[in-house]
């Protein structure tokens, strides 16, 4: 009985995860858009100015190490977690780098990523419902993709658990080997990872600008805030820019990639 509810419960878990998969991207933008808006109001933000500071500046940086590791693990090497179609996919069981240490450090990075962005917003809501939903999104996304990686590599995939934790970094002492065979890219950054971060850093900054000129009397005119405007105008030309010239092969941003 008890094995019965525990495998239909996984099954679930697996079926809302590649649903999830699909329109990850979607639903995740239908979620943070109004944040434009409701950062503006005071009655949903926890604490005063201070409270907002502080929180701001601990997101931020929570989410500045995220990125790093995204960062890393995409410049380290080219692997179809992405999905082919918005379906999961896969080439070969990945063992070089950080999945050395553990088997999802994409996912890793995005849970702390969105754990920053959450403090970032400093909204009642959105640490009370929002958060805890992508914790589950992310978490069913992993249980959907292991299952894939499973039906798919068998014994291979099995083994590889049984040595490397699911996200939190194991493995610590062998970590010199692993990454002794791994060639960082820059390029696979910009190509791969680059457009969704400028992204992310410069709606951080914006999101700041709109919270404290309407709950705490910001001046956007302000020499420091038309900065912050101008910094976040350039991380989204220079994509626009990346994209330009790589689409003219005026800039060739293809590198060999790793077969994962």
Request: charged content about 15%; overall charge positive; some cysteine.
């Amino acid at each position: 009985m008890f094995y019965a509810l525990f495998y239909q419960m996984k099954k679930n878990i697996i079926k809302f995860g590649n649903f999830i998969f699909r329109w990850r991207d979607l639903i995740f933008t239908l979620i943070f858009l109004p944040a434009f808006y409701l950062v503006t109001l005071p009655e949903l933000t926890c604490g005063g100015k201070n409270t907002d500071t502080a929180s701001f500046i601990a997101g931020f940086l929570t989410v500045l190490s995220g990125i790093t590791v995204r960062g890393f693990t995409v410049a380290s090497g080219f692997v179809k977690r992405s999905g082919v179609q918005r379906k999961i996919h896969a080439e070969g069981v990945v063992r070089s780098g950080l999945f050395a240490h553990t088997r999802n450090p994409l996912y890793l990075s995005n849970f702390v990523i969105i754990t920053g962005v959450m403090l970032c917003l400093n909204l009642t809501f959105y640490y009370s419902v929002f958060l805890p939903l992508f914790y589950a999104i992310y978490y069913s996304i992993t249980i959907a993709e292991e299952d894939y990686l499973i039906s798919k590599f068998g014994e291979d995939y099995k083994n590889y658990i049984k040595t490397v934790n699911r996200y939190i970094p194991g493995n610590l002492s062998h970590i010199k080997e692993s990454f002794s065979e791994v060639e960082l890219s820059f390029k696979r950054f910009l190509k791969r990872e680059y457009g969704s971060t400028a992204l992310l850093i410069s709606s951080l900054i914006i999101i700041y600008q709109i919270k404290f000129h309407h709950q705490h009397g910001l001046d956007f005119m302000a020499a420091e805030n038309i900065a912050a405007w101008i910094f976040s105008a350039a991380l989204i030309l220079l994509h626009v820019i990346i994209q330009i010239l790589t689409k003219y092969d005026l800039l060739v941003l293809d590198v060999k990639e790793p077969l994962h």
